[in-house]
C-alpha cells in the first residue's frame, strides 16, 4: 500500500503531480487519484511536485518535511567543488568520525537508480586498525600468488605484480595506501541497472565528501585484488547475491592542491 492520501481542502487541481509522474499512474479526477497502484516507482515526484502540500505518500506528509530550495549553493560553487576535487593518495593517519561519515552516506543515498530500485548497498570500513588487518591480508595474499607464479596473463597479472613488488621492495600498500576507510557499493544481481546505480552512488559520495574536505580514491587496484581474492567478498560482509559495483578509499587528505590541473576542452558531439 501507497498511502496515497489528497487533502481536498488544500489540493488546487493543477495536475502538477500526474502531469510529473514517471509511471503515468495519477490520474485527475477532480482531484488525483491513483490508477495502478503497484506501478508506483516510489520516488515520490508527486509529493515533491505538489506546490499548496496537498498530497501525501508511503509515509510522508509535506507538514513534517522542509524545501531545500532556498539552500543550494551557488552555481559556481558547484563547479568550483567539481573541478578542485582531486585522486587522494595520501591519507592523515586518523579516522573520521562515525557522525560525518554516516552523514555522506545518508548524502550519497539521494543519488538516482534505475527504476528508483534505492537498492545500494554501502559497505563501509570504519576503522582504520580493520583497514590494517585488511591491507596485511590482501598484500599478503597478492604477493604469495605472485611468488607462486599464479598471477593471471594480461593486464590484471602485470598490474598485480606491480603491487606484490613494491610491496615487498618498500613494504607499501598502493592499493588501500593507508588510507582509514573504504567503501564498496553493491546490489543485489537482480537490480535492473546494477553498474550505473553503484557507479553513481560512488560518484555522489565523492563529491558530498569532498564538499567536507575529505580525500576519495576510485579505486581499481582494489577491483583487481578481489578478482584473485573472490572469498574478500564474503569477508567483508557482502551477501552472495549481490554484484559489486565498484570501491573507494576515502579520508582526510595528507596533502593539499594549491591549483586546479585543467582538463578539457570536453570532446562534444553537437547535433542541431
Ligand atoms: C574507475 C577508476 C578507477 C581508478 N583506480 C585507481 C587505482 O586503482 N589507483 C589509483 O591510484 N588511482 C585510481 N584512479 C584514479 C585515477 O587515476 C584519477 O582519477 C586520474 O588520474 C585523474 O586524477 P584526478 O582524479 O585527481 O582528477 C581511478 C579512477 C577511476 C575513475
Same mark, same amino acid.
Given at each position: 500500500?501507497?498511502?496515497?492520501?489528497?487533502?481536498?481542502?488544500?489540493?488546487?487541481?493543477?495536475?502538477?503531480?500526474?502531469?510529473?509522474?514517471?509511471?503515468?499512474?495519477?490520474?485527475?479526477?477532480?482531484?488525483?487519484?491513483?490508477?495502478?497502484?503497484p506501478g508506483c516507482f516510489k520516488c515520490l515526484h508527486c509529493y515533491a511536485v505538489c506546490p499548496t502540500g496537498a498530497l501525501s505518500i508511503l509515509g510522508n506528509k509535506p507538514d513534517r518535511e522542509v524545501s531545500l530550495a532556498d539552500q543550494l549553493p551557488q552555481v559556481e560553487k558547484v563547479s568550483n567543488l567539481?573541478?578542485?576535487?582531486?585522486?587522494?593518495?595520501?591519507?592523515?593517519?586518523?579516522?573520521?568520525?562515525?557522525?560525518?561519515?554516516?552523514?555522506?552516506?545518508?548524502t550519497?543515498?539521494?543519488?538516482?537508480?534505475?527504476?528508483?530500485?534505492?537498492?545500494v548497498?554501502?559497505?563501509?570500513?570504519?576503522?582504520?586498525?580493520?583497514?590494517?588487518?585488511?591491507?596485511?591480508?590482501?598484500?599478503?595474499?597478492?604477493? $604469495?600468488?605472485? $611468488?607462486?607464479?599464479?598471477?593471471?596473463e594480461g593486464f590484471l597479472g602485470q598490474y598485480l605484480a606491480l603491487v606484490a613488488d613494491v610491496w615487498k621492495s618498500e613494504g607499501r600498500d598502493i592499493i588501500l595506501r593507508g588510507a582509514p576507510h573504504l567503501l564498496l557499493t553493491s546490489v543485489p544481481k537482480t537490480a535492473p541497472c546494477p553498474v550505473q546505480d553503484t557507479h553513481i552512488a560512488l560518484a555522489t559520495f565523492e563529491l558530498s565528501a569532498a564538499s567536507h574536505g575529505v580525500g576519495t580514491l576510485w579505486n581499481g587496484l582494489f577491483m583487481m585484488a578481489l578478482a584473485v581474492?573472490?572469498?574478500?567478498?564474503?569477508?567483508?560482509?557482502?551477501?552472495?547475491?549481490h554484484v559489486i559495483g565498484y570501491a573507494m578509499l576515502f579520508g582526510k587528505p595528507a596533502v593539499v592542491y594549491h591549483r586546479v590541473a585543467k582538463r578539457g576542452p570536453a570532446k562534444v558531439n553537437y547535433l542541431g
Amino acid at each position: 500500500m501507497i498511502q496515497f492520501k489528497i487533502d481536498d481542502a488544500l489540493c488546487v487541481r493543477c495536475g502538477e503531480c500526474a502531469a510529473d509522474c514517471p509511471a503515468g499512474i495519477i490520474a485527475m479526477n477532480d482531484i488525483p487519484e491513483i490508477t495502478n497502484e503497484p506501478g508506483c516507482f516510489k520516488c515520490l515526484h508527486c509529493y515533491a511536485v505538489c506546490p499548496t502540500g496537498a498530497l501525501s505518500i508511503l509515509g510522508n506528509k509535506p507538514d513534517r518535511e522542509v524545501s531545500l530550495a532556498d539552500q543550494l549553493p551557488q552555481v559556481e560553487k558547484v563547479s568550483n567543488l567539481i573541478k578542485w576535487r582531486r585522486s587522494i593518495r595520501r591519507y592523515k593517519d586518523e579516522n573520521i568520525s562515525p557522525e560525518l561519515i554516516d552523514e555522506l552516506l545518508q548524502t550519497a543515498c539521494h543519488a538516482p537508480t534505475g527504476v528508483n530500485a534505492c537498492d545500494v548497498l554501502f559497505t563501509v570500513v570504519r576503522d582504520r586498525a580493520f583497514m590494517e588487518k585488511l591491507s596485511k591480508d590482501i598484500m599478503g595474499r597478492i604477493a $604469495a600468488i605472485e $611468488a607462486a607464479g599464479n598471477l593471471p596473463e594480461g593486464f590484471l597479472g602485470q598490474y598485480l605484480a606491480l603491487v606484490a613488488d613494491v610491496w615487498k621492495s618498500e613494504g607499501r600498500d598502493i592499493i588501500l595506501r593507508g588510507a582509514p576507510h573504504l567503501l564498496l557499493t553493491s546490489v543485489p544481481k537482480t537490480a535492473p541497472c546494477p553498474v550505473q546505480d553503484t557507479h553513481i552512488a560512488l560518484a555522489t559520495f565523492e563529491l558530498s565528501a569532498a564538499s567536507h574536505g575529505v580525500g576519495t580514491l576510485w579505486n581499481g587496484l582494489f577491483m583487481m585484488a578481489l578478482a584473485v581474492c573472490p572469498d574478500l567478498v564474503e569477508q567483508l560482509g557482502i551477501p552472495s547475491d549481490h554484484v559489486i559495483g565498484y570501491a573507494m578509499l576515502f579520508g582526510k587528505p595528507a596533502v593539499v592542491y594549491h591549483r586546479v590541473a585543467k582538463r578539457g576542452p570536453a570532446k562534444v558531439n553537437y547535433l542541431g
